[in-house]
């Protein structure tokens, strides 16, 4: 029985706000004590903005007293609602570090389009979460800050690069928190933090008006603990601003509705074979994806194997791509001694990267794009594993004296979600499926049974279906009443 403010859905949270049932101001002490309490084990925060957050709250009070009409307290959905934003993406008046210790602290003077977004529909700053450095990587241990760690088992990191945004709302300190996916950055701490976690289309969410879409590969969106504030949060971000270079329509109603909607018979690829590299797929990530297949099948849709999009040496052209992502990172030459090894190897192979194989690399990830639609033409949704693995250890992906071998763990730790960047398409993680792992080496039980996702795939613009679907799955294989120990 939901008894807690802490419980509460982000949207239960602005309906119990608008009907008086409680109050911004008593919402924000209680996700600031949470905050406080339980944000530094996990990792979760690289600040607190309780000043801007009481700000925040004395407008949404002010909000909440008005004789509002329906259509503008739809322009306010999440009034009252703790929304904390990724510490790569600038907040007016807060510092941005990065998650980098060769960058000096800045304080930012304007806010990121999503936070304008995200302020304009009553949400509360509660802080900056913790991401690694520039958001490279997929786990969350920056060297400005602790690691980001699961609340579901300390020992186990949170995910990368939106690690502290998976902490922070699996912990329930929020209810939805900003995040951003250029890899699986989205994805992988959902599956790590027993999330749901999608990552829009290419042009579904603007990085401006200040950022740049680049290679296309990173994307805004949100974590949450259930698929219709994924859904709410994607109405909020999914807005243009001038100059936008890529465009999509927008929903036929909203994103939010989509849930309430009949997927209709849908076509089910399943994919169980890693894309990226050869790895090894552990038999509880197979158990999830199969049990799903099996739920999907019982619902009434058709599920088959599907063969994976393209062969795995294509995708060196993403790792071009990536290496000269993390050179652009504005660092000044005196500083790279402080960058993190991983880091500097990137940067390195960056270098290499000359003006004839970047152009060559891009124009491989599209024909890569083709090559995937070519493939799938005949499926409507791929369902895989999230991660090849259940949620790794802290300190276990990371090896700062081999940064190659860091990125390969890397790699077999994710060997699905960077395709959904390749190619534009949308993601969602849902937490479907939990285990008691068997007791070898680290994994031994610990009396709470871990989060593993499975994911979903669709075509370019099809968050509706995804949406409809997640909302399907989710009512009948519901995952509310799970909590992790420090609940």
Known sequence: ???????????????????????????????????????PDLGAFI?????LARHHADAAAGAAAERLTAAEHRERPLLGVPCPVKDLSMVAGVPTRAGSAAVEEVVAEVDDGVVTLLRAAGTMM???????????????????????????????????????????????IAPIAHASDGGGSIRIPAAACGLVGLKPSRG????????????????????????????????????????????????????LDACDRDPGRLRIGVLIQPVITDTEVDPECLTAVRETATLLQELGHDVEPAPVPFPAKRWSS???????????APVA??????????????RDAGRSVSGLKYAQAFNTVQLITREAAATWAEYDVILSPTLARPPAFVGELRDDDDPAADFSAQMAYTPWTSVWNITGWPAVSLPLHWTELPATGRD???????????MLGGRLGAEEGLLSLSAQLEEARPWRHRRPPIW
């Not at 807690?4 to 600031?32: C, D, N």
């Not at 030459?333 to 990137?346: F, G, I, Y």
Request: charged share 20%.
């Open 333 to 346: 030459p005196e500083a790279e001694d402080r960058l993190t090894p991983l880091t500097r190897w990137l």
């Open 47 to 51: 600040t607190l903005t309780p000043e």
């Open 126 to 172: 509660l802080g900056k979460t913790n991401t690694p450095e520039f958001g490279l990587p997929a786990y969350t241990e920056p060297a400005i800050a602790p690691p980001a760690r699961s609340p579901w088992d300390p020992r186990r990191s949170a995910g990368g690069s939106s690690g502290g945004a998976a902490a922070a709302v699996a912990a329930g």
């Open 444 to 454: 031994e039980p610990h009396g709470t049974p871990l989060p593993i996702g499975v």
């Open 204 to 255: 579904r969410v603007s990085p401006g008006p200040y950022g740049v879409d680049g290679a296309g590969f990173a994307v805004h969106g949100v974590l949450t603990r259930d698929v219709r504030d994924t859904a709410a949060g994607l109405d909020v971000l999914a807005q243009p601003w001038p100059g936008d270079t890529y465009t999509l329509p927008g929903p036929r109603t909203s994103f």
């Open 1 to 39: 029985m939901v008894t807690e403010i802490h419980e509460l859905t982000a949207l239960e949270l602005a309906a119990a706000v608008r009907a008086g049932e409680t109050s911004p101001h008593e919402v924000l002490s209680h996700a600031l004590n949470r905050a406080e309490r339980l944000g």
């Open 318 to 328: 993403f790792e071009a791509l990536w290496a000269v992502l993390a050179l652009s």
